[in-house]
């Protein structure tokens, strides 16, 4: 699906995204901020309206309080706003692998896209914001998806030249900046989040750009683990996690329930927090 070629349109110059040697449009956003030390790539979605250039002038306001470094059109066609050595604002409230903050170490992808559909009797079929679209028109197409993480819904495809665009513009941030990780919104905010949406094919990008196999999120129970509200074994216990959940480790201490030292890590899962003995979890 993604063709890793030497071809590769985009290449970066002076914290640019330049497309065959020139630079793509930049229109600065004033929701930004100086420290990055870029390690990633989270990819978004606008949530909002398709028509070209809404989502870039919604991020021209300062109101918004948010911005991506790079939008891509569904026409495949991208728009800078933050320059790579800038801290853009799309993550909020976030954490990837134990690490909270994540715009401080991760380059923002908007992809125009409606977010979460429901489809009503008239076949007709409504984003949050309302509005008409119906499957098969105007190049639309809907499929419907229910996922742990995203729960049930109608979703907007991702048109080809878009995934196209996005996968090469990773693939030159990738090879430029030497980053380890591409994650969905999704993944990082757990239970608060759900962009992109489940037809994005997030885990064949990471295959072919990383080499992955394994999803983003962080490291996985190794038995099953009581949740529990405290660091100690008293009768605390949220409830029992399963053996292979993944888990968002929000901070480690040390603690001493038994009297003997002991890790434990404070963890969420789902829209749930609590606390792990760090022996049932697999560091990696
Ligand atoms: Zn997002």
């Not at 606008?46 to 891509?72: I, M, Q």
């Not at 026409?75 to 801290?87: E, I, K, L, P």
């Not at 639309?140 to 998806?145: C, D, E, G």
Request: proline fraction near 6%; glycine fraction near 10%; charged fraction near 20%.
């Amino acid at each position: 699906m993604f063709d890793i070629t030497p071809d590769n349109p985009f290449n970066i110059r002076n914290h640019s995204l330049c497309a065959n040697d020139e630079p793509v449009p930049f229109v600065r956003s004033p929701n930004q901020s100086a420290a990055f030390a870029p390690r990633g790539i989270i990819l978004h979605d606008t949530a909002g309206r398709l028509d070209k250039g809404n989502a870039v002038n919604w991020f021209l306001r300062p109101e918004a309080k948010a911005s991506a470094h790079l939008t891509v059109e569904r026409d495949g066609s991208v728009t800078q706003q933050v320059a790579f050595n800038r801290c853009a604002w799309h993550a909020g409230k976030s954490s990837y692998k134990g690490q909270r903050g994540v715009n401080l170490f991760a380059f923002g992808i908007e992809m125009v896209n409606l977010g979460k559909c429901n489809k009503l009797r008239d076949g007709s079929i409504q984003p949050w914001f309302k509005g008409d679209y119906r499957d098969g028109t105007d190049g639309l197409h809907f499929a419907f998806a229910a996922t742990r993480a995203h729960g049930k819904g109608w979703w907007l495809d991702y048109t080809a030249a878009q995934i196209r665009t996005v996968s090469a513009i990773c693939q030159a941030l990738i090879g430029k900046y030497d980053l380890s990780f591409i994650a969905g919104h999704w993944e990082i905010t757990p239970g608060r989040k759900i962009d992109p949406n489940p037809l994005f094919p997030l885990d064949a990008l990471r295959g072919a750009l990383l080499g992955e196999t394994e999803k983003a999120g962080g490291p996985t129970l190794l038995a099953d683990a009581n949740l529990r509200r405290w660091p100690s074994y008293a009768d605390n216990v949220i409830r029992v996690l399963k053996k292979g959940t993944s888990l968002d480790i929000i901070r480690t201490g040390s603690y001493k329930p038994l009297g003997q030292s002991e890790i434990w890590h404070l963890v969420a899962v789902g829209d749930q927090q609590g606390w792990i003995n760090g022996a049932l979890v697999d560091p990696d």
